[in-house]
């Protein structure tokens, strides 16, 4: 999709942001006109956003660059539900609590990337959810919904063909989400939804339902579901996921994930990741051989920039080259802490590399091993059988490696 005439979708489509939408040349007048209101919908279901979340919180960062209005929508009243949407099984419910503890850790990620002193707003659809009177609700909403329909979403088929149900409960989230739109319609004038291209039935059914019960004229934009050239899924390492709050991921493991970028990737993540110039982005797309790397170090370093701040993500740059180039144990690598009397009786290595985050399972650090990918204290393991402890501690901390670029510090705690 090329030629459009507005900032806003000409920044996306040569960045690789857009996948579809509903009415291109139409949304295209309305950002050209100036004061474009755009949403995407978060539901609190953990304490930290994810780097699989990262492209769309960059849609709504372009949004306001390009002189529109962003919208990050908290689903304090859907998380209750939980979105069904290509999931195998229903979703753990969270109490009230829990979600307004997830909410508290949520907020804080888009504090830097949007400027909510701007016209950037944050909401919570509980400010209405939670207000409705569900058989009011039904009569005046629920009527607009074909149940034949909805059962033809992608989404929903691929549940009724698994072992695992879709309840009722989870049924009424795409009823509720469409009525989100209509909301941020009425209150605000957004005329956009953005999301994964997996929501895309979902956001069609909140330009249906804005259209019959608000005469309102709105959009959607979906951006694509990303993979890796080698066709893993964003965000996941043997680690578990990468988090994009710094006391769930440190800025130094969330640098190293993008320096770990995959060769195929870098362009492409360039563009969508960081806000280099597109020239610039060519030159280091250009780069062969070994200098590669060179690209995939700027790449790790503006990210984190956006997501820590320039003097972290410095820090973690510094700390990689120290620990890499130099084979210094830079103080501010991942650590984890292991109980004194622990380390007095020794941990077995494969206990150790999972705790660590370096291993999934006891079986996966038994094949670094026998790859001879372990290191202790930077000294090669080759028994599975090894027991770290008090003998091996330097300057306080034993250093864990995996391979050249995994390293995590153990150190004691005497608590």
């Avoid at 579809?20 to 919908?41: F, H, N, R, W």
């Avoid at 979105?83 to 504090?111: C, T």
């Avoid at 820590?308 to 830079?330: N, Y």
Wanted: contains cysteine; hydrophobic residues 40%.
């Amino acid at each position: 999709m090329t030629g459009f005439k507005s900032d806003f979708l000409n920044t996306l489509s040569e960045r690789g942001f857009i996948y579809q939408g509903s009415d291109m040349e139409g949304l295209d007048k309305v950002a050209l006109a100036g004061g474009l209101t755009g949403y995407i919908g978060y539901d609190a279901t953990a304490a930290s956003l994810h780097v699989g979340h990262l492209l769309q919180i960059m849609m709504l960062r372009w949004l306001q660059k390009t002189g529109g209005r962003p919208i990050a929508l908290m689903g304090g009243g859907t998380t209750r539900i939980g979105d069904p949407s290509f999931r195998d099984d229903q979703r753990p419910l969270l109490d009230e609590a829990g979600i307004a503890r997830n909410l508290e850790g949520i907020k804080g990620v888009f504090a830097k990337y949007l400027d909510f002193d701007g016209p950037a707003r944050m909401v919570n659809n509980a400010e209405w959810l939670d207000e409705l009177q569900y058989i009011d609700f039904l009569r005046d909403y629920g009527r607009h919904f074909s149940v034949n329909r909805m059962l033809s979403f992608e989404s929903v088929k691929q549940r009724l063909d698994r072992d695992q149900s879709l309840s009722f409960l989870e049924f009424n989230y795409m009823i509720l989400q469409a009525y989100d739109f209509v909301e941020l319609y009425r209150r605000f004038g957004c005329r956009v939804q953005m999301g994964g291209s997996d929501q895309w039935g979902n956001i069609v059914n909140g330009i249906e339902l804005t259209r019959r019960t608000a005469d309102g004229e709105v959009f959607a934009l979906t951006s694509p579901l990303l993979t890796t050239s080698s066709g893993a899924k964003m965000g996941k390492t043997a680690g578990g996921a990468v988090w994009l709050n710094a006391d769930m991921k440190s800025p130094y493991e969330f640098w190293q994930y993008w320096r770990n970028t995959e060769d195929g990737d870098v362009e492409r993540f360039l563009k969508l990741f960081t806000e280099l110039p597109m020239d610039e982005i060519a030159r280091l797309a250009a780069l062969g051989g070994s200098e590669i790397n060179e690209a995939k170090k700027v790449l790790a370093t503006e990210i984190t920039a956006l997501c820590h701040g320039r003097a972290l993500a410095e820090e973690a740059q510094e700390t990689a080259r120290a620990t890499f180039e130099e084979g210094a144990l830079a103080e501010n690598l991942p650590t984890i802490s292991v109980s004194g009397n622990e380390l007095s009786e020794g941990v077995g290595i494969l206990t150790a590399l999972v705790r660590a985050g370096l291993a999934a399972s006891n079986g996966e650090a038994r094949r670094h091993i026998q790859g001879g990918a372990v290191r202790v204290n930077d000294q090669p393991v080759a028994d599975d059988k090894v027991r770290i402890g008090d003998g091996d501690l330097s300057g306080g901390v034993i250093k864990l490696s995996v391979g050249r670029k995994k390293h995590v510090l153990v150190r004691p705690d005497h608590s």
